[in-house]
Every structure is written in structure tokens, then in C-alpha cells.
Nanobody, 124 residues
Framework: QVRLVESGGGLVQAGGSLRLSCAAS????????MGWFRQAPGKEREFVSR????????YYADAVKGRFTISRDNAKNTLYLQMNSLKPEDTAVYYC?????????????????WGQGTQVTVSS
């Protein structure tokens, strides 16, 4: 069993920044890929970013590329998402997810554990 706890969400003005964290426990964190997804009201959950088990490769959705940065600290069992130049369309509940393998795709079925989510609201 894996427990994922997100933090760092909040209300920010357009153009501002937030840093999300995801603390993991229950499985060896460093052996699995991790990802961030988000779900806006009335929309389906969508992929945001993912990172391989050792942090060597990162991937981003086109909508956030150049503005968001995913990283991980395997010594602290923690995943991060630095979000800069936030836009109102970034408003959503953000979820971290633990991958089933050291490498994953952007498909949510590649992830077997999910956090409870943290709300990010960007005002215009």
C-alpha cells in the first residue's frame, strides 16, 4: 500500500507561482515513476507531468510546458511540481500519482496509487 499526501495548493493571482509537494510512504519511492494530473470542474482528469524513477527524464503536457517543472527527492520520498506564470485555466484539483513501473506513460492507468488532491485556484 502506498500513501500519497499533496500539499502546497492555494489561491494565487494570474502570473503567480505555487509549489506543490507530494509526500509518499509505504513503498520504495525511488523505484517507481511519479506523475501529476489535474481535474478542473466539469472536465476529465488530465495529465500534467511525469518523471522517471531516478528523475532522469521528465515529460509535460503542452499546456504547461515551459511554465511547470517536475522534480523529485528520493532521499525525502517527495515529489514536487513548481508552477510558474500561472493562468486561470490552470485552476483545478491537482493529484500526484505513483507509477506501476520505473517508467510510465501519460495514461492514468499506468499509475496505481493516487493522492487526495490539492486545490489550485488562479484568479484573473
Amino acid at each position: 500500500q502506498v500513501r500519497l499526501v499533496e500539499s502546497g495548493g492555494g489561491l494565487v493571482q494570474a502570473g503567480g507561482s505555487l509549489r506543490l509537494s507530494c509526500a509518499a510512504s509505504g513503498r520504495t519511492f525511488s523505484t517507481n515513476a511519479m506523475g501529476w494530473f489535474r481535474q478542473a470542474p466539469g472536465k476529465e482528469r488530465e495529465f500534467v507531468s511525469r518523471i522517471t524513477y531516478n528523475g532522469g527524464n521528465t515529460y509535460y503536457a503542452d499546456a504547461v510546458k515551459g511554465r511547470f517543472t517536475i522534480s523529485r527527492d528520493n532521499a525525502k520520498n517527495t515529489l514536487y511540481l513548481q508552477m510558474n506564470s500561472l493562468k486561470p485555466e490552470d485552476t483545478a484539483v491537482y493529484y500526484c500519482a505513483a507509477g506501476r513501473r520505473p517508467w510510465t506513460t501519460s495514461d492514468s492507468t499506468d499509475y496505481d496509487y493516487w493522492g487526495q488532491g490539492t486545490q489550485v485556484t488562479v484568479s484573473s
